[in-house]
């Protein structure tokens, strides 16, 4: 747990300081709006929306099936429940691997589509 609760938001310029200082960084998965909640007052500094949802939330056996509508779903409930961490989200399997422009263009929409 981070000794910087009072950070008002967690931003990469507040994990720079903190590991220029030598402080702990902490970070959990979460995939919900109620553990992202949980998580985030208990002071978490980052928040991760892992393709692992496959696994845990929808019973895949790999993180393969699970589709960039899916991860942008997983990442907005988690937006709407953190007030301080930094949220942090994996881009699923095929939605960085064509070209760099592609990857952008995902990684653009994941951003606009979950509010972060």
Do not use: C
């Not at 998965?29 to 929808?58: C, E, K, P, Q, W």
């Not at 509508?69 to 429940?81: K, T």
């Amino acid at each position: 747990m981070s000794v910087h609760k009072n950070v008002k938001r967690v931003t990469t310029n507040v994990l720079q300081e903190m590991k220029n200082s030598g402080a702990k960084i902490s970070m959990l998965t979460g995939y919900d709006f109620s553990m992202a909640r949980i998580i985030d007052s208990a002071g978490i500094d980052i928040i991760l929306v892992g393709d692992s949802a496959s696994n845990v939330m929808a019973g895949h056996e790999t993180t393969l099936p699970i589709t960039l509508d899916q991860m942008i779903y997983h990442a907005a409930s988690v937006v709407r429940a953190v007030e301080r961490a930094l949220v942090v989200v994996d881009m699923p399997f095929g939605s960085y691997q064509g070209n760099s422009k592609e990857a952008l263009s995902n990684a653009i929409r994941i951003m606009k589509e979950s509010g972060g």
